[in-house]
């Protein structure tokens, strides 16, 4: 496992955008597999959201699908999801999640809130 350190969370009003970064701590020395994206709203599980592959393509959950981006370029490290038109129901916390050298590792997490 390797260290994970995100940034970005806080507090924006609904149509509003927020940037979430994801950055291994470690030197790297092998290209990441994934970084992925996953919430957990509260009182609800923690479910996927978008993830990016080392060969460029990403993924994205219906419900963030056109208005959440992890753009390409950003996945050298660290990697940004950026998030647009967010809406009350984007309140949780933002977990990043990246598989590197056959090992998964998880970041502890970041509070969004999304107000009206």
């Known amino acids: 496992q390797v260290q994970l350190i995100e940034s970005g969370g806080g507090s924006v009003q609904a149509g509003g955008s927020l940037n979430l970064s994801c950055e291994v701590a470690?030197?790297?020395?092998?290209?990441?597999?994934?970084m992925g994206w996953y919430r957990q709203p509260p009182g609800k599980e923690r479910e996927f959201i978008a993830n990016?592959?080392?060969?460029?393509?990403?993924n994205y959950a219906a419900s963030v699908k056109g208005r959440f981006t992890i753009p390409f370029l950003t996945n050298k490290r660290p990697t940004t999801l950026q998030m647009n038109s967010m809406t009350p129901e984007d309140t949780a916390v933002y977990y990043c999640?990246?598989?590197?050298?056959?090992?998964?590792?998880w970041g502890q997490g970041t509070q969004v809130t999304v107000s009206s």
């Open positions: 999640n990246v598989l590197y050298n056959g090992n998964y590792s």
């Open positions: 470690e030197r790297i020395f092998h290209p990441i597999s994934i």
């Open positions: 990016i592959i080392s060969a460029g393509s990403t």
